[in-house]
């Protein structure tokens, strides 16, 4: 028996703004411990991945993920210590919801494994549960509900008549320790839900499944059809890339593997969740109930409850103070942040967007993302600091015909071959040695070293040493946008 797990990677980071945007969702921000919450699942599962071949697992995982994350999702899986499970990552150029998602990775495993009894373990990125034994152990109790043609779901003993999760309504027991799904039921009103949690029976919705390969195929081509068709096209004209350059899809290589579907097919897809195409429909679906601790990190009061709160319920993450405050929470990680006085109020503070709201509000976050959109306004997309597949640059100051940056480089990235026709760029190393191209000349610049670009000439940064390059880039010119950049070669696929 194999369990291989699944993670599911998409999200658009609206209800986590301004700390998450939709280039940089709340999966991969590090929001515990210094670490996010795909690295957190990652490790969660790892356990089920058993480097021995005489214990349970596959050693194998599958990410499905936003083509735009690609290099998030590639750090996200370096700064966790699972080197001996091998690891492939589908790319959606679009995002098509949770079944596509899920279609495209029973395909994957069946394509690569002849087997269509093993077993799919579906799991959000974004979740947290810290008790990595009772997650594991619960999912073990599906197994034979799943190895038996069931589709096995997870849900969680309610804890408050939300009215951010979905519902569960538990049916008779079964033998195996499951219970029969009588229904689904979608996120309810205040009063709604605190009637469910007073007739009992019913658990939180996880979005997590355990089924087999053949079941879940079987079931996409009973209840939805079209789209199972649409995406056996997208996967049947594939790419395959392992690393820096397409090639065969190794099954015994451990570097991360990228798997991206036919754009025009996988666009034709209809988008629909797998709880409204497959799981209203199918007469198997069995529930184990989850007793430990889970959130889905859904909303700013969500974070809040992992934090302890003190004796007037304030709770604060970084540099904040409070004074004569409760019920407070702040978050601000970059500099001190002040709350005077205040009640029932979370505040986030970010280098470029700062977010006071009332914790009754907490789930309308994504409305003011979407106003944000409406102006046209940077923040609603992007972060001040952004990360790239060589490290990450921080976007310090700007005005008219200039910009400055701090960059940083990882050891051995290097940046494309690239010239610009509206800019010129000055560069100063502070710490790292930088390995420069500039026209037909390569050259080292050490700390407090500097060089400069002039607008139009081919150049290119590396670092060739075993620590970070940072330095600082001053632009000038009369445009200064991102899509000013012509590469010529890049390492990482992106040549314009």
Known sequence: MT????????????????????????????????????????????????????DRGSHHIIFVASDDHRFLVSDAIEATKTDHIRKTILLEPVGRNTAAAMAIAALAVSRQNANPEELLLFCPADHHIPDSKAFAQCILQGVEAAQNGSIVTFGVSPTFPSTAYGYIEQGEARPDGSRQVSRFIEKPKADAAQALLLDGGVLWNAGIFLLTVHTLLNALQTHAPDILDACKEAMSGNEIKNGKKAETLSTTSLSP???????????????????????EHFKQVVVVPFEGQWSDVGSWNAVANLIPADNQGNRVQGQGRLLGASNTFVYAANRTVVALGTQNLLIVDTPDALLVANSDHAENVKEVVNLLEKDQLPPAIMHRKVSRPWGWYDSVDKGERFQVKRICVKPGAALSLQKHRHRAEHWIVVSGTAEVTRGIEIFLLSENQ??????????????????????????????????????LEDSYGRVT
């Open 3 to 54: 369990i291989t797990p699944v993670v599911l990677c998409g999200g658009s980071g609206t209800r986590l703004w301004p700390l998450s945007r939709k280039s940089f969702p709340k999966q991969f921000v590090p929001l515990i411990d210094n670490k996010c919450l795909l690295q957190l699942t990652l490790e969660r599962l790892a356990p089920l991945c058993s480097s021995n071949s005489n």
């Open 450 to 487: 500097s060089t400069f670009i002039p607008v139009g000439e081919v150049h290119r940064l590396r670092n060739p040493g075993t620590c970070d390059l940072e330095m600082i880039e001053v632009q000038s010119g009369d445009y200064l946008g991102e899509d000013d950049i012509i590469r």
């Open 257 to 279: 593997s990228f798997v991206s579907p036919s754009t025009q097919a996988f666009t034709n897809c209809r988008s629909e969740s797998i709880d409204y195409a497959v799981m």
